[in-house]
C-alpha cells in the first residue's frame, strides 16, 4: 500500500515554473529524503504535499486519497519546520496539545499522548516551559513532539536540522532515523545536505531545477548516478568530472590520457572519477599536478590539476600525507568499473 | 558595537543639545510651570488682581458635579473611541494582511485619513451630519429619523466618536498590520496543519502574539481620545449639548477660554498632566514586556 503517491505534480508560480512534473510512490513505512541545492524546488515540493500551496499540475495521494483540495489539517500529516514554529505564548505541553485540543480529543486522552510523546522524546521535565526558555535542541524536540502525538500518515520535516550547531545536527539526526524506525511512520524529510540525506533515507530523491533527477537508494545513487547532476551532488569530495571521448572500447580524457574502460558506447562523454577511486600508483597513468593539500585527518585530500590540461581534480588518499612530503605531480590509476561515463549531450548515465 | 563620539569640551555638546532643550522649555516646561502656578491662584473678574488660594482651586473641581460628569463623559469617550478605532483597525488589517493583489492600494487608502488634522475631519464630517443641511441627516429625515446631535445627547456623543474613531483607524491599522506581519508565517501553517480554521488560529495564535502591540495602542489611542480630539469636539459639539460631550481638555478650553476662570482651567490642566504621566509610566511599565517572537 502506498503511503504517498505524486503524479506528475507541476508547480508555477505565475509564469514562473518551479517543478516540472514529478512522479514517485512512497511505501508505507518508508522514510523518503528530498535533496537538492538551494532554489531547486525541494521546499516548494515539500508544502504541496502538506497542502501550504496548490499543486498547479498533478496529483497528490495520501493513502491512496487524492488530497489536491484539501486543507492542510484535512490532509493526515504533521510537518516539522526549520525555524520549529513553536506557538511562543504557549508552554510545551500546549504545543503539543494545541492539535489534539482541536480534534476535540477527550482531555484525559490528550495527557496521555503527550505524557508518552514527551517521554519519547525526553521533554517529561520541560512540558511546563515555553519555547523561548529551551535551548535549540530541545526547541527541535518539542516540534518534533508536536507532530508525533498527532498520530499522522505522513511526517513532512522541512530542513529541520540547519538551525542546529554541527554536533547536535549529527544527534538529532540519529534520533530523528531510530524514532522513524520505531514509530514507522512514513516520512519525507527535506535538506540540502547529502550527509544528512545518505544517512537518514531509505531511498532518496534528488532534485535540481524541478526535476527529480535520480530516484533511489542512497548506495544506488552514490554507486550508480543517473545523471551528471547527481553524480556531481553527491558524494564528498565530489566527483571530478572531466570531459573524454569514449571508442567502445577505453575512454581518452582530454589530455589525452587513456584509461581502459568496460563501455561499448562510442562518441564524446564525460567521465566521471570520484576522488577515493583515485589510487596513488607509481605506474597509473593519471598524473596530477598537486596545488593544495587538505589533510583531514583519516585522510587526505589533494587538489590539483590534470598534467597537460587545467581541468581541476581532486583526489582523497587514505591515512596521513604531511604536507611536507608532497610532490609537485603524482600519478594514480583508478579500476575500469570505478569510472562512470555520461553522455556529453544528455548528461546521462552510459551504462557499461 | 556602541558607536559614540567623543567630545572633549563642553561647548560644543551644550550648543548642541541648546535646540531641544530651548523648545522642551518653552513648549513645556513654561506652560507646565505656568499652569501648576496658576492652579494655586484665583484672579478677579476683571484679570485686575490675582489672589493666592493654595489648593482651593482643586477643592472646588472635587466637590463641582460638572467636573465629575466631565470625568464620566470623558471615561465613555475614551472607551468608545479606543474600542471602536482598535477594533475596526484590527479587522481591516487582518483583511489586508491576507491580500494579494493590490495590498499596496488598499493599505495607501486606508492611511489617508490619518492625514486629515482633527478640525478638518470635524468639518468634513459636519457636511454630512449638519442638522440643517447634511447630506446624511437629510437621507436620515427622508427615512423618518429626525437627525439633531445638538439636542440630542447620544447622537452628539456617537458622532463625535465616529469622527474620532474614522481619523484614527488609519494609525492603529499601520501599528496592527506592521505587528501582524511580524509574525512569522511558519506559525501561522504550523497551526493551520495542526487543524484551527482562520477564526480559531486568529484567537489562539495570532491574537496572543499581538497583544504588546495591542496594550501600547490602548495607551496611546486613551491619550488620542483624552487629548487630539480637541479639534473635533470644538467643530463639531462644542462640548454640548449642555456638557454631554465635554471632555476634561474640553472643559480646561472652555472654563479657561469661555468662561474665562483661569485658576479652576489651570488646576483641571494640572489634574489632566497627572493623568498623562500615570499614562506614560504605565506605558513603559509594560512596553519593556518582552515581545515573543
Known amino acids: 500500500m502506498a503511503g504517498l503517491t505524486l503524479r506528475n505534480v507541476h508547480k508555477s508560480f505565475g509564469k514562473v515554473k518551479v517543478i516540472h512534473g514529478i512522479d514517485m510512490e512512497v511505501e508505507n513505512g518508508e522514510f523518503i529524503v528530498i535533496v537538492g541545492p538551494s532554489g531547486c524546488g525541494k521546499s516548494t515540493l515539500l508544502r504541496m ?99 508525533i502525538v498527532r ?35 512514513t516520512s519525507l524529510f527535506v535538506t540540502h545536505d547529502q550527509i544528512e540525506a545518505m544517512t537518514l533515507a531509505d531511498r532518496m530523491v534528488v532534485m535540481n531545477e524541478g526535476v527529480a533527477e535520480q530516484i533511489g537508494s542512497p548506495l544506488d545513487v552514490f554507486q550508480k548516478p543517473e545523471t551528471i547532476f547527481a553524480a556531481e551532488f553527491i558524494g564528498s569530495p565530489a566527483m571530478n568530472i572531466i ?46 599536478q598537486i596545488k593544495m593539500v587538505e589533510p583531514i585527518g583519516a585522510s587526505t585530500i589533494l587538489h590539483g590539476t590534470l598534467k597537460n590540461s587545467d581541468t581541476q581534480i581532486v583526489s582523497m588518499v587514505q591515512g596521513l600525507f604531511n604536507p611536507r612530503d608532497r610532490q609537485p605531480e603524482m600519478s594514480f590509476s583508478i579500476s575500469p568499473e570505478a569510472i562512470h561515463l555520461f553522455n556529453r549531450d544528455t548528461g546521462k548515465r552510459i551504462d557499461n | 558595537m556602541e558607536k559614540r563620539v567623543y567630545f572633549k569640551g563642553w561647548f560644543l555638546p551644550a550648543l548642541l543639545i541648546v535646540p531641544q532643550l530651548a523648545i522642551t522649555a518653552i513648549f513645556f516646561f513654561y506652560p507646565a510651570g505656568t499652569a501648576i502656578w496658576w492652579s494655586l491662584f484665583n484672579p478677579d473678574p476683571f484679570g485686575l488682581s490675582t489672589k493666592f488660594v493654595g489648593f482651593a482651586n482643586f477643592d472646588f473641581l472635587f466637590s463641582d458635579p460638572y467636573y465629575k460628569e466631565s470625568f464620566y463623559t470623558t471615561a465613555i469617550f475614551s472607551v468608545l473611541v479606543t474600542f471602536f478605532s482598535m477594533g475596526l483597525a484590527l479587522f481591516l488589517a487582518v483583511l489586508a494582511d491576507r491580500l494579494i493583489k493590490g495590498a499596496g492600494i488598499y493599505q495607501t487608502l486606508l492611511i489617508w485619513p490619518y492625514a486629515v488634522a482633527p478640525a478638518i475631519a470635524g468639518i468634513l464630517w459636519l457636511f454630512l451630519f449638519d442638522t440643517r443641511t447634511g447630506l446624511i441627516s437629510w437621507y436620515l429625515g427622508l427615512l423618518g429619523y429626525d437627525w439633531n446631535h445638538l439636542l440630542n445627547h447620544n447622537e452628539a456623543m456617537g458622532l463625535v466618536v465616529a469622527v474620532s474613531t474614522w481619523s484614527r483607524v488609519s494609525y492603529n491599522f499601520l501599528f496592527f498590520l506592521a505587528g501582524l506581519q511580524a509574525i512569522p508565517s511558519t506559525i501561522i501553517e504550523a497551526a493551520a496543519i495542526d487543524g484551527a480554521r482562520f477564526w480559531k488560529r486568529f484567537w489562539t495564535i495570532v491574537f496572543p502574539l499581538l497583544s504588546p502591540m495591542t496594550f501600547f495602542l490602548v495607551v496611546m489611542n486613551v491619550v488620542y481620545a483624552f487629548f487630539d480630539t480637541f479639534g473635533i469636539i470644538h467643530t463639531i459639539t462644542k462640548g454640548g449639548p449642555g456638557q454631554s460631550t465635554t471632555i476634561l481638555v474640553y472643559k480646561v478650553y472652555s472654563d479657561g477660554f469661555v468662561g474665562l476662570d483661569l485658576g479652576s482651567s489651570a488646576a483641571q490642566s494640572v489634574i489632566l498632566l497627572i493623568i498623562v504621566g500615570i499614562l506614560t509610566i504605565l506605558q513603559f511599565k509594560f512596553v519593556e514586556k518582552k515581545v515573543h517572537y
Not at chain 1, 53 to 73: A, H, Q, R, T, Y
Not at chain 1, 259 to 282: M, V, Y
Request: cysteine-free; proline content about 4%; glycine content about 8%.
Open chain 1, 49 to 147: 504535499i502538506a497542502g501550504l500551496e496548490n499543486v498547479s499540475d498533478g496529483d497528490v495521494l495520501i493513502d491512496n486519497l487524492k488530497v489536491n483540495d484539501k486543507e492542510p489539517m484535512d490532509r493526515n500529516i504533521a510537518m516539522v519546520f526549520q525555524n520549529y514554529a513553536l506557538y511562543p505564548h504557549m508552554s510545551v505541553f500546549n504545543n503539543m496539545a494545541y492539535g489534539l485540543k482541536i480534534a476535540g480529543l477527550p482531555k484525559s486522552e490528550i495527557a496521555e499522548r503527550v505524557r508518552q510523546g514527551a517521554m519519547m522524546l525526553e521533554l517529561d521535565g520541560l512540558l511546563d516551559r515555553k519555547p523561548r526558555e529551551l535551548s535549540g535542541g530541545q526547541r527541535q524536540r518539542v516540534a518534533m513532539g508536536r507532530a
Open chain 1, 151 to 185: 498520530q499522522p500518515a505522513v511526517f513532512l520535516f522541512d530542513e529541520p536540522l540547519s538551525n542546529l550547531d554541527a554536533k547536535l545536527r549529527i544527534q538529532m539526526r540519529l534520533e530523528i532515523k531510530s524514532l522513524q524506525q520505531r514509530l514507522g511512520t
Open chain 1, 243 to 288: 570531459k573524454a571521448i569514449s571508442d567502445g572500447q577505453s575512454v581518452k580524457l582530454e589530455n589525452g590520457t587513456i584509461l581502459k574502460s568496460l563501455t561499448q558506447f562510442n562518441g564524446e562523454i564525460w567521465a566521471g572519477l570520484r576522488p577515493e577511486d583515485l589510487i596513488p600508483d607509481k605506474k597509473g597513468k593519471i598524473i596530477m
